[in-house]
């Protein structure tokens, strides 16, 4: 008899660089194309998740939230750079991250962003605060503990463009605008295929 077929499922992982107070700060402390990072748990991009701003025009509150493409700092953004890489999981795990998910979502109001962490990554010193992530804390929170990724290191150092050193694939790199504004009535997975065939091949992440 053969072996027992796990079943896969994908999870993906959006970087973006906006041109918002924090996204400037983090950039010119670190250098990085990426400045934050967005969850999403299907391939439409309808169920991303992250932390930022509560409204579109306050940078100083800070939450969990549901983002999407054509709304707030990223509706506003003239130009989005930005990738999406497709990780593979087996099913169990992919099913033990969501139920991280369904933890933040049904206590969304208690979660709030993380300023302290913030400060101190930059100037790479450790903190824990409970019940405040970072954007890339809390995707590394959520693969970390359902075993999918483990970077050895405090949440709070975990940088948006680490996670271009996962064993993935980069499904788009780009603009996002052009995603989230051409042919906006048309699935999201269906642009990002229709723009590779335009531009390139699918590419692994490293």
């Not at 998740?49 to 054509?70: M, W």
């Not at 980069?170 to 997975?189: C, T």
Request: with cysteine; charged share 30%; glycine share 6%.
């Amino acid at each position: 008899m053969g072996g027992r077929v796990l079943e896969k499922a994908y999870l993906y992982i959006v970087l973006t660089r906006t041109n918002t107070m924090i996204s400037r700060l983090i950039h010119l402390f670190t250098r990085d194309d990426y400045t934050h990072a967005a969850l999403s748990f299907d391939k439409d991009l309808e169920e991303m998740y992250s932390f930022g701003r509560r409204t579109t025009y306050n940078p100083f509150v800070g939450r969990f939230k549901q983002e999407r493409l054509n709304e707030g700092i990223y509706k506003i953004s003239r130009k989005l750079p930005g990738v999406i890489v497709e990780i593979e999981v087996p099913k169990e795990r992919y099913n033990e991250a969501r139920e991280l998910l369904e933890e933040f979502i049904a206590n969304s109001s208690r979660y709030k962003y993380n300023y302290r962490g913030l400060i101190y990554g930059i100037f790479k010193k450790p903190t824990t605060a409970k019940d405040r992530f970072l954007c890339s804390q809390f995707v590394y929170y959520i693969l970390y503990n359902s075993g999918i990724v483990d970077f050895q290191r405090p949440s709070n150092l975990v940088r948006p463009q680490d996670f271009l050193n996962l064993d993935g694939r980069v499904v788009f790199q780009g603009d996002l605008k052009e995603l989230a504004e051409d042919q906006p009535h048309m699935p999201l997975r269906i642009r990002v295929i229709n723009w590779c065939r335009e531009h390139r091949p699918f590419r692994k992440v490293s």
